[in-house]
């Protein structure tokens, strides 16, 4: 790629590499990703338009595009897949691997077996003039999908720059093909994570749903009390188990029907501490947050709380975050020994707890977005309004 180059030609193609790859690397969100790859691509060209695509099974879905000069927002939702086949450029790039330099597609030689799909620019007002296609090849995976740019805005796609993209577009395949190969690896992680807190709760006739509650709900919660998109998703995930230590609880006691008596309470009490042993001694960020949620949703504001009398800020937020959850989902649904209360009922419960059992803040919280939560409720569940 660089033989042919001077040496300060060479210089700078390298070191535009070199910082645009820097810049996709540290970028963990694929959309994200995908957007900053598909801008550094355009870059390199001062091209006002581009795309990428990546094949899904038999058809290209195009994860990015993107239109300085017009705005193609309202013709892009719903228009994302194509069929993979030869017809379209990108994907006849997609299957073949060869790239396609086209000067003018709107007079395609009829010798081509693509055909240059004018539909976005009758509805945009937009011309495309020239179109770059380059095959985004991983070097074990084959190629994976197409780039493809639009409209230089010098009008031509110099030979150098056209060798820089076919580098970047290598780069890019690889931390494509690591990225998705992270998510797999991390779906496959929370799918585990899921499944144990199911275990958990497989003794009660709701199982499923109740941990669908309690994850939706705190999320919400959380989000109205200001954390982060990620503390949101990692509360979601952690919280479906809290209830993790019953796997340690006898099936005779977990299904009474009716009030259990002070051993069978005393049992009962200790599957926080049993949560936070099944857990605990993990390096990864969600199972040490499911550990504090696993042993402190049980404590309450004011110190009487158990298993360990914490009180106020010594409360992990996400367990107090859960707790609320947690108390309004067993009000509202069934429970072998009890009976669901009314929702209005289960509402000033909670209100009534606020700066005694529950943190006061997120009690606030929970009911700037009580609406939210009572629909998760009537989603996922049967509730008495």
Known sequence: MFESMSGEDAKTALKFLFNAALDIE??????????????????????????????????????????????????VEGHCRIPLCKNSIAGYVALTGEMLHIEDPYNLSEAVPYQFNASVDKQTGFRTEAILAVPLRHPTEGVIGTLEILNPRDKTFHEMNIGIAKGFSSIAAANIVSMRLQESLMKAYLETLIRLGHAAEYKDEDTFHHIQRIRHSSKVIARQLGCSEEEQENIFHASAMHDVGKLGIPDAILAKKGKLNADEWAIIQTHPEKGALILGGSDTEILQLSEKIARSHHEKWNGNGYPDGLKEDQ????????????????????RPYKKAWPLQDALDLIQNERGSHFDPVVVDAFFACKDEIVNIQRENGTIIE
């Open 26 to 75: 540290v970028e963990v969100r694929h959309e994200e990703f995908i957007e900053k790859v598909l801008l550094h691509s355009r870059r390199i060209f001062n091209a006002s338009a581009g795309s990428i695509s990546l094949i899904d099974g038999d058809c290209l879905q195009f994860l990015s595009l993107q239109n300085d000069d017009v705005d193609i927002t309202p013709f």
């Open 315 to 334: 409360i992990p937020l996400p367990a107090r975050i859960v707790a609320v959850a947690d108390v309004f989902d067993a009000l509202v649904q069934d």
